[in-house]
């Protein structure tokens, strides 16, 4: 399948792919698989049950990267993918994944991506997946991602995962289990303006001994949109937690965060935080004064608080 000039600028956006890329990717169009490469330490292979693919990373790999975008054209398209992750034992893997959306007609186009990661003893996992959606047509451009994350013994993953512009409405559900001496960041960045709506649902259960979770979230919320973040960090074992909800809001937009802890262990530490507020004027005066109009300093301060 050949790509077009708007294919090519939606991964550019979502996975920072120029052309095909270098050793294991899997990038799909529309429902259909546009190309596939494995190599030596990571596989991918179809399911034949469902839609989606089997990606194993082999025991002790070190240092490779494997991209998985997913980019849609076609409007009135509802695409559902299952993609299932397998990390070895002491392996270290960055894996690149994203949605990008154009839609140039009149009907809902949708992608729902099910992501479900298993981590080896000792592995490490960075995990990084950006939502884009564009476009002049009147269709709905949905995403509705799942992220499901189990984590055996000293495992380590880092998730980024951004919302940059452009998505009508997402909902996000994220379910993590850490084992003994598991370590996991997840942070995530978020954009909402027109009407547009976004809702994040965590659950991440500390069950294993030393194990800890740090989720962060910044969002900016702009015109009348509505942002939900609803995060619940559970301890059951001597373990560490920390919730950070960041959010700036502009216009008449909505946001409400929702962060929760539980003990079931004396021995967890848990901590939750939230702020919501406008930006500063002083932060945009002080940028004006080094020659940025107002409207680039608004702009300038977003992008900082966002990166």
């Known amino acids: 399948m050949d790509l077009t000039k708007i294919d090519e600028d939606l991964l550019a956006s979502i996975a920072d792919i120029h052309g095909m890329p270098r050793g294991a990717f899997n990038i799909r169009k529309d429902g259909e698989l546009v190309q596939r490469s494995s190599t030596a330490f990571i596989d991918i292979e179809a399911f034949t049950d469902k839609q989606g693919i089997k990606i194993t990373v082999?025991?002790?790999?070190?240092?490779?990267?494997?991209?998985?975008?997913?980019?849609?054209?076609?409007?009135?398209?509802?695409?559902?993918?299952?993609?299932?992750?397998?990390?070895g034992d002491n392996?270290?893997?960055?894996?690149?994944?994203?949605?990008?959306?154009?839609?140039?007609?009149?009907?809902?186009s949708q992608h729902d991506g099910i992501h479900t990661f298993h981590l080896g003893k000792n592995s490490h996992v960075r995990y990084l997946e950006k939502h884009y959606g564009e476009g002049e047509g009147t269709g709905e451009r949905v995403m509705n991602p799942t992220t499901i994350v189990y984590m055996d013994e000293n495992s380590r993953c880092e998730m980024d995962m951004t919302q940059l512009r452009g998505v009508d409405s997402t909902v996000r559900?994220?379910?993590?289990?850490?084992?003994?001496?598991?370590?996991?960041?997840?942070?995530?960045?978020?954009?909402?303006?027109?009407?547009?709506?976004?809702?994040?649902?965590?659950?991440?259960?500390?069950?294993?001994?030393?194990?800890?979770?740090?989720?962060?979230?910044?969002?900016?919320?702009?015109?009348?949109?509505?942002?939900?973040?609803?995060?619940l960090v559970i301890g059951e074992a001597s373990c560490?937690?920390?919730?950070?909800?960041?959010?700036?809001?502009?216009?008449?937009?909505k946001v409400k965060a929702i962060p929760g802890i539980e003990a079931a262990s004396e021995d967890a530490q848990l901590v939750h935080e939230a702020a919501i507020g406008k930006i500063a004027g002083d932060q945009i005066v002080k940028l004006m004064t080094l020659g940025l109009s107002e409207e680039e300093a608004e702009q300038e301060i977003l992008d900082d608080f966002l990166a």
């Open 58 to 87: 082999k025991e002790g790999t070190r240092g490779e990267t494997v991209h998985i975008p997913v980019i849609m054209t076609k409007s009135g398209l509802t695409d559902v993918v299952y993609n299932d992750f397998y990390i």
């Open 240 to 253: 560490r937690g920390h919730v950070q909800c960041d959010a700036i809001i502009m216009g008449n937009a």
């Open 173 to 231: 559900e994220t379910n993590c289990y850490l084992q003994a001496g598991a370590k996991l960041v997840l942070t995530e960045k978020l954009l909402t303006h027109g009407k547009q709506l976004a809702e994040s649902n965590m659950r991440v259960e500390l069950k294993g001994q030393d194990s800890s979770v740090q989720v962060i979230s910044r969002s900016v919320a702009q015109d009348d949109s509505v942002q939900i973040f609803n995060p």
């Open 91 to 108: 392996a270290d893997v960055t894996i690149v994944a994203g949605c990008g959306i154009h839609n140039a007609g009149d009907q809902k």
